[in-house]
């Protein structure tokens, strides 16, 4: 006779309810739910970055935009198949994350995240002049047409579970001892053997991978790619709102977080000009009143043992 732990079975329940949603949800259910998945992708190895290895980024945005570009040129230019292009874009962001690492992750703490965020600032500038991709007016990804969001849900969902199970791994794994242990005295650690570049550069080429297939989705889900949008710094502000609010190092937390950024979107759509603003100020009493995010409050109250995996 099989035994089930209890405390598996919430998880269970919730997994069968995500594989099934698109057959008994409506379209706009649907579609922020792949917006759910994308920003939980994408956020829980920023999460991870920023609480237990000190890196924070300001120019993941550079990998979205990358993978959503990538995705389209290679479908409509080199005609290759679909989701072959979305597997082959993602690769093309992680070469990319490979090559910026050398120079990026020399630096330190400030210095690292505006080297990030200029390095997105040059790419776009490269995007915005490129003919070969529209330049500044973009391009419509033709190919993306007609593709039901019940389809473009299931590799969210893949992305998002492939995305929570590293961050875990990588938690309980030598690297993320490594990378604790290189957050809370960088010196002191290298100085005990722990190679710096070694450990930031592979969590750092991870977490660009996994942004860079959430980007390559996000082409497909929003067929218009133009640079403005494809590299906006809001992309890593959401990772920053959705981080705080949640509770930054955990898994929970960036699920937390992104539920409510995107339930925040539809709400502050009719706010367009305020929205940012409203976030700010929402992000500035989360850090107020729930220091830990609001997973971390919840966990204490409950008095559940918060430990930063959960």
Known sequence: MIHINKGFIPAILLLLISITLPLWAGGFLTNASILFLLYISIAEFWSFMAKHARIVSLGQQMFIGVGGYSTAVLCMYFGLQLWV???????????????????LLRLRGFYFAIGTMLASEVIKLIFTGWEFVGAGMGLIFRNAYGIAASIIYYPALILALLSIFLVYYLYHSKLGFGLRALGEDEDASSALGISSFKCKALCFILASLIASYAGAIYAVFHPYLEPVSAFHILWTTSLVFISVIGGVGTITGPVVGSAIYVALIYVLSQYIGLSLLLQGIIVLVFLMVFPQGLWGFVATKLKLKFKPPV
């Open 85 to 103: 292009s979305v597997l082959i874009a993602g690769l093309i962001g992680c070469g990319l994350a490979c090559l910026l690492s050398f120079p």
